[in-house]
């Protein structure tokens, strides 16, 4: 059974910077695709960025230049780096693992102050 915990969200000003980091159960982690997602008030869930099993990478268009995503597949974890973050990246974080389904993380909350 794959398990996903985000941790690493919180309050940060205009400008700041966050990292998220998701750790995961199940043997299924070094063959996925893992990803970030959003999702803010009222709106739906969106990519943020996705990184494959190779290391190839993905980003949405409001995020690049500002976040990195990486992952550590001997520690079973998922990292995305925030920086220059704007009050428009406020939302909840989920992490997603996909092989044959999608897995969920439960979210971390991030909140930027302006």
């Known amino acids: 059974q794959v398990q996903l915990v985000e941790s690493g969200g919180g309050l940060v000003q205009a400008g700041g910077s966050l990292r998220l980091s998701c750790a995961a159960s199940g043997s299924i982690f070094r063959i996925g695709l893992l990803g970030w997602y959003r999702q803010a008030p009222g709106k739906q869930r969106e990519l943020v960025a996705h990184?494959?099993?190779?290391?190839?990478?993905i980003y949405a268009d409001s995020v690049k230049g500002r976040f990195t995503i990486s992952r550590d597949n001997a520690k079973s974890t998922v990292d995305l780096q925030m920086n220059s973050l704007k009050p428009e990246d406020t939302a909840v974080y989920f992490c997603?693992?996909?092989?044959?389904?999608?897995?969920w993380g439960q979210g971390t909350q991030v909140t930027v102050s302006s």
């Open positions: 997603v693992l996909s092989w044959g389904t999608n897995y």
């Open positions: 990184i494959t099993s190779s290391g190839n990478t």
